[in-house]
């Protein structure tokens, strides 16, 4: 992994060591960023082995944890959680509308072989409150778009189903959040929690991963993120998504950070794969949006 020596703040040895300790922890590719929960090399947060939950109970926030408020819309409500082989992570539905679901994830999350499953739960559809059914549904997808370099992914949901909640992208054009920003991540920790938590960007770092060819733009953030929580969004206090959790890293001895794939890799691959046009036709509106699934969708099993 390299990092560009353009508007490089700092000392240059602490940048050095920066470069050197992301490099130990990115070598391979950016799923070698261990988890919080565990401090052993070559482990990382979206590689846990985890039985998907039957009970939507299970993911559906309540009073103990991070309880849906009416804001939350954009960012708690459009999480959701993602399997493929041995590997589970998280991902933020950015896109749904008659012409397809997508869902916004990284790319180590989808590094396994094998059928790629997303779990919707109750709370996705604003139904958190019902009884009945069988949850969580289980919808298969597929890769449509994949930038290893930048650690983002797109799937495309393969029902022709249509979900209520969408997540925003940044649309500021003030560019990446500037230090000291406080910022809020949202994931599905040890594939069975939904939390979220607030932090601080550190900076904004280019950087070439291991797999990678090209540098991209990555988020530093002072919280580290646990497993399972790769592929979640980072929001704005506006509720706005500028990131997409990879991993952590000791970025200065003794102190270990978050790392964010930025916003900027994220419209790259958009518009790289022709995908910006769907998520700007299902942008979220400005009234209420409506709960459950859309009247043509199916919500059987695939």
Known sequence: MRRSASGMPGSSRFWAKLASVLAAALVGSPARLPAQTSRRPGLDESHVEVRPTRRAEALVPTRRR???APGDDLTFRPTVLIRRGGSQGSGTVIA???GGTLVLTASHVLRDEGPIAIELHRYNVGLEREADGSWPLIVSAEVVADDPSGDVAVLKVRKPLQLPYVARLDESGDGPPRPETLVTSLGVDLGNRLSSWKTKVVETARLQLENGEVERPFLITLKIPE?????GGLF????RLVGVCVGHAEMIKGRRMGVFASIESVRRLLREHDLASA???SAPRAEAPRRGLAPAADPGRD
Request: proline share 0%.
């Open 66 to 68: 991070d309880a849906v």
């Open 96 to 98: 749904s509308s008659a």
């Open 227 to 231: 497993h399972g929580r790769s592929g």
């Open 236 to 239: 704005t206090q506006e509720g």
């Open 279 to 281: 998520v700007s036709r």
